[in-house]
């Protein structure tokens, strides 16, 4: 498995995969109970005292860039080399198709918005990742295979903006980090905590919730003291941006508190969930993480990320696409259900988009056997669920044959202000780099209003 270095050059695995930490006066698994039932009792508002429709964020990242044909935005009455080989199904939005490989979704559509006007001109996976997760174009170009950071992610800043009372990582990303989905600027202690088993597997564990094993308890308290003798001594600067190391202890101190909680660990234990509903998500990994993204929003985390890769379809988009789509389907529309029922949609905000759609025009690649669709950046669908979002809406349109957005035309810029305002961070706030350097978050801070409920 590929092992991602942040902006920073840090080893992800050696100091963000720390898992969640522990609670004061209540265990993990008493903690999501109680939330679970609690009920809003008034309107969110954020630590800026701007007004929230949601408290947390569940980001669902189809890495590659999905086709908008094959999923919500089919054209049935376009030719054949762009309708494609698909059917298309009845939604419960008047007037409005999907495309047969989101059957569940169809069934439960009245309780999220469909956009389908976003566009941009980032028409690579390294530039368009960095778009949609940041509101900002990349500065300079940037390769298809980049992993690039020119502006904090989406979570990096929820996580900035949103602080909790407690000690959990405001920002998950499961199972790996997006491309463009660190914290540039803001500093590792803003860099996604990453969940990378299986939680499938029936010894699912995350990583660094428990001693290293043969190390036993007092030798692991012995050395936890002579880690706070070695920070007594004064570092070169103070600042966790200029100095990694101060960045690197925010992570120890909170990975020490996992290592010492027992009730962190039974947290992650998805046996505690009904074969019912493990069943709904799916019995596959993308299924039980879509699951513990929900017990992770009952336990108080502002951002989850879930990254799903293999959606560059270049070939085999009537073949591969629907096998994954199904799993997907399944997953989401148990999310949205499952969260409706417990009362928790009203402010849990679930985004599903990728970097960008795809072509129009059906080719076979030299080499291949299966056709597929080419990256495009004219078009996409963005799904959205929750937080305030009205469900059964459609926003804006492509052209008769999806070749662009051309109603309701949007950018990525309001894509992201629409998240920002939503969780009650203002898209206009200007931060200051390290070096001093003023930094607008959004350039254009119109949110998308018809989702905004």
């Not at 469909?114 to 996976?125: C, D, F, K, L, M």
């Not at 990742?129 to 502006?151: D, E, K, L, Q, W």
């Not at 290293?212 to 003798?229: H, I, N, Y």
């Not at 992570?251 to 010492?260: A, C, D, E, K, R």
Request: proline residues 8%.
């Amino acid at each position: 498995m590929e092992r991602y270095r942040n902006c920073e050059g840090w080893n992800r695995r050696s100091c963000l995969k720390l898992g969640l930490g522990a609670f004061l006066g209540a265990g993990f698994t008493d903690l999501l109970r109680m939330q679970a039932m609690a009920a809003p009792t008034a309107p969110l508002v954020s630590p800026s005292g701007r007004r929230a429709s949601a408290k947390s964020c569940i980001l669902i990242w189809l890495d590659g860039g999905p086709s908008h044909f094959e999923t919500f935005d089919p054209k049935p009455d376009a030719p054949a080399e762009i309708r494609g080989e698909l059917a298309t199904i009845q939604t419960k939005i008047p007037g409005a198709l999907f495309c047969e490989t989101v059957p569940q979704l169809a069934a439960c559509s009245d309780k999220f918005s469909v956009i389908r006007s976003i566009r941009h001109e980032q028409g690579n996976h390294g530039a368009g990742n960095h778009y949609m997760m940041t509101g900002r174009p990349p500065r300079i170009p940037v390769g298809c295979g980049a992993f690039v950071s020119f502006h904090p992610s989406l979570g990096s800043v929820a996580a900035h903006e949103l602080p909790r009372d407690n000690n959990l990582p405001g920002y998950f990303s499961i199972p790996s980090m997006t491309r463009s989905g660190g914290p540039n600027f803001l500093g590792g202690k803003y860099a996604p905590f990453v969940v990378e088993d299986n939680p499938n597997n029936a010894n699912f564990r995350v990583r660094d919730l428990s001693p290293p094993l043969g190390l036993e308890s007092m030798r692991f308290m012995q050395r936890a003291d002579l880690r706070k003798t070695v920070d007594r001594l004064k570092r070169y600067q103070e600042s966790a941006a200029a100095d990694p190391v101060t960045a690197v202890d925010s992570y120890y101190h909170q990975g020490f508190s996992l290592v010492t909680s027992p009730e962190a660990q039974k947290g992650f234990d998805l046996s505690a969930e009904s074969d019912k509903v493990r069943d709904a998500y799916g019995r596959n990994p993308f299924g039980q993480r879509t699951l513990l993204a929900r017990r992770l929003v009952e336990a108080g985390v502002p951002f989850i990320t879930l990254n799903d890769g293999g959606w560059d379809h270049h070939s085999g988009v009537f073949t591969n696409l629907p096998k994954q789509m199904d799993v997907i389907d399944r997953a989401v529309a148990a999310l949205v259900n499952d969260l409706d029922e417990r009362g928790m949609l009203q402010d849990t905000l679930v985004v599903m988009l990728g970097e960008f759609g795809r072509t129009p025009k059906i080719s076979t690649l030299p080499g291949q056997s299966s056709p597929g669709r080419d990256h495009w950046a004219n078009a996409m669908s963005v799904f959205m669920a929750g937080g305030g979002t009205p469900g059964g809406v459609i926003v804006g349109a492509t052209d008769r044959n999806g070749y662009s957005a051309s109603d309701r035309v949007l950018s990525p810029e309001n894509f992201v202000s629409t998240i920002y305002r939503k969780l009650g961070i203002d898209p206009g706030k200007i931060f200051h780099t390290p070096e001093g350097r003023p930094s607008l978050l959004v350039t254009d801070t119109n949110p998308i209003s018809e989702v905004m409920g």
